[in-house]
């Protein structure tokens, strides 16, 4: 089962990450295998880290709970909030098989959440751009409940595209860069 993590930074918790980051990146290889896109998500300085996204694949929603809520910097206190979600792998690869590399181009989180009717269930044509897409899903996997993309574009704006903006509640758009040690 794949699973969408994307941890939030508690607002002045840069040092804390900072002291932490052996830690995290420690737990994270431990999960080397299971891995399909990590990496962190700035404020618009791109300097300042604003969260942590990690999309994995585990046996089961327990599994998935104990890799979000037992990581480093979640215990220590430097995140406010977890969004876990169930994920589909629509690419059918990992971010290290982007065909655009690790270091070109500008990267963006998109998350789109919504109700309904789920929209953006088919891979948009330019899927060279796409380094992961896939619906977000309830926790039994039976209900949409949003899309969450990991791409590169040239801006925000051309990164919010990616999805029909008009059939979410939110459309969340962050900087984003490939993460980890590889």
Known sequence: MEFFCYHRDRPGSLPLREELLEAHWSYMD????ELIARGPTFAADGETPTGSVHIVDLPDPAAARAFAFDEPNYQ???YRDVLLRRWRNLLGRTMWDFPGGRTDGNRYLV?????????????PH????LVAYGPLLSDDGATWVGTAVLLRAPDPDTARAVLTVD????????????????
């Open 30 to 33: 431990g999960y080397e295998k």
């Open 76 to 78: 220590a206190g430097a």
């Open 167 to 182: 059939r979410y509640a939110d459309v969340e758009v962050h900087d984003w860069e490939f993460g980890g040690r590889r």
């Open 126 to 129: 330019d899927r060279d751009e």
């Open 111 to 123: 998350l789109g959440l919504g109700t309904g009717e789920a929209t953006d269930l088919a891979v």
